[in-house]
T-cell receptor
Framework: DTAVSQTPKYLVTQMGNDKSIKCEQNLGHDTMYWYKQDSKKFLKIMFSYNNKELIINETVPNRFSPKSPDKAHLNLHINSLELGDSAVYFC?????????????FGSGTRLTVV | LAKTTQPISMDSYEGQEVNITCSHNNIATNDYITWYQQFPSQGPRFIIQGYKTKVTNEVASLFIPADRKSSTLSLPRVSLSDTAVYYCLVGGDSGSARQLTFGSGTQLTVLP
């Protein structure tokens, strides 16, 4: 059983399109995250939800909108895609908001905007 | 800010011990130090975590000096499959975005 699963794994789309990435975790964790990893492997937090409530919203264009229908799911919708949005997006989860508990990551969604 | 600094890359040979050091001069009292490993096309994976002194598990050891301003991840007798990016993360309550940013990590390449 995959602990944190993301779909799709690859996404190739044209500029201006709208796309969504889905994430689900079966670990019973109450906190979920979206990360963006650029070509230099820099891994930066975008959003964090705790018990469906948004607790971190980093400096991300408002074209990016996360949605958490329940504790086990965190989706990311991106409007009007731009070339600079090309990256690998990772979903992660943890029990609680303490770094002490560690984070479990999904395998990533490689988004390519052409 | 508890910013971390790691070498960008390291090379080693199979069978050697590898030590990767992370500097975190502004670590806070309640911060823990956690190391993650990332293989290509996968998400980062938790390796080891510590607060002070030494921690050892089946995969690695983590050495933290008394001042906690740095930490060293030690991988004993590496193999080709240990080639990966290693991230050092310092944080306590992940309600803070700065503590959730991993940086660019250290690319470890193990050569035959």
């Amino acid at each position: 059983d995959t602990a944190v699963s993301q779909t799709p794994k690859y996404l190739v789309t044209q500029m201006g399109n709208d796309k969504s990435i889905k994430c689900e975790q079966n670990l019973g964790h109450d906190t979920m995250y979206w990360y963006k990893q650029d070509s230099k492997k820099f891994l930066k937090i975008m959003f964090s939800y705790n018990n469906k409530e948004l607790i971190i919203n980093e400096t991300v264009p408002n074209r990016f909108s996360p949605k958490s229908p329940d504790k086990a799911h965190l989706n990311l919708h991106i409007n009007s895609l731009e070339l600079g949005d090309s990256a690998v997006y990772f979903c992660a989860s943890s029990q609680g908001t303490q770094a002490l508990y560690g984070y479990t990551f999904g395998s990533g969604t490689r988004l390519t905007v052409v | 800010l508890a910013k971390t600094t790691q070498p960008i890359s390291m090379d080693s040979y199979e069978g050697q011990e590898v030590n990767i050091t992370c500097s975190h001069n502004n670590i806070a009292t309640n911060d823990y130090i956690t190391w993650y490993q990332q293989f290509p096309s996968q998400g980062p994976r938790f390796i080891i975590q510590g607060y002070k002194t030494k921690v050892t598990n089946e995969v690695a050891s983590l050495f933290i000096p008394a001042d906690r301003k740095s930490s060293t991840l030690s991988l004993p007798r590496v193999s080709l499959s240990d080639t990966a990016v290693y991230y050092c993360l310092v944080g306590g309550d992940s309600g803070s975005a700065r503590q959730l940013t991993f940086g660019s990590g250290t690319q470890l390449t193990v050569l035959p």
